[in-house]
């Protein structure tokens, strides 16, 4: 029998890893009486059965490349995606990639961003940008209420006029 920390170094794996191992049903595990709690133990020769048989390899192909059909020599990918010729697979890769950007720049066209001048509440750093004043000296202005500001979220919101007029102020 061995404990815990035993059984990880024989099989060469954290405790964590072995805590999975025996989470997942992989390797089994008991507890039995120690002198002040119950420790939890392993059999020794079921973790010796477990180790041969994690150090033999076996090797899967990532996609089935056997033909489904000999005649047409298909893929298994070709279940999927409909093809009249051979799979040429950069080909389609580079047709995807162009209706992925296709997409984007429709996204981006139908996102409609309202020019800095024509918001009515700007953030710090749009206000920054306006009125060429650091963050950090609106920031100050608003902590001692020379500048009107509302907490929305996580930052200030500052309305266009009181802006303007603080920056009239200065």
Do not use: C, W
């Not at 939890?40 to 996609?63: G, I």
Request: a neutral charge.
């Amino acid at each position: 029998m061995l404990t815990k920390q035993l059984a990880a170094e024989f099989l060469g794996v954290n405790v964590r890893t072995l805590e999975r191992y025996t989470q997942e049903g992989k390797i089994g595990s008991r507890y039995e009486k120690g002198k002040t709690r119950s420790v939890l133990v392993y059999d020794s020769e079921e973790l010796q059965a477990f180790k041969a048989a994690q150090e033999t390899t076996t090797y899967k192909p990532a996609v089935d490349q056997t033909p489904t059909n000999p005649d047409r020599n298909e893929t298994a990918l070709s279940k999927f995606v409909e093809v009249s010729q051979p799979l040429h697979l950069m080909e389609e890769l580079d047709h995807l990639a162009d209706v992925l950007k296709a997409i984007r720049e429709e996204q981006e066209i139908d996102r409609k961003s309202v020019p800095i001048h024509h918001k009515l509440t700007l953030s710090l750093a749009e206000a920054s940008a306006l009125s060429g004043l650091s963050r950090s000296r609106l920031r100050a202005a608003i902590k001692d209420g020379t500048l009107t500001a509302q907490i929305i979220g996580r930052g200030y919101r500052v309305k266009r006029t009181d802006l303007e007029d603080y920056v009239d102020n200065l």
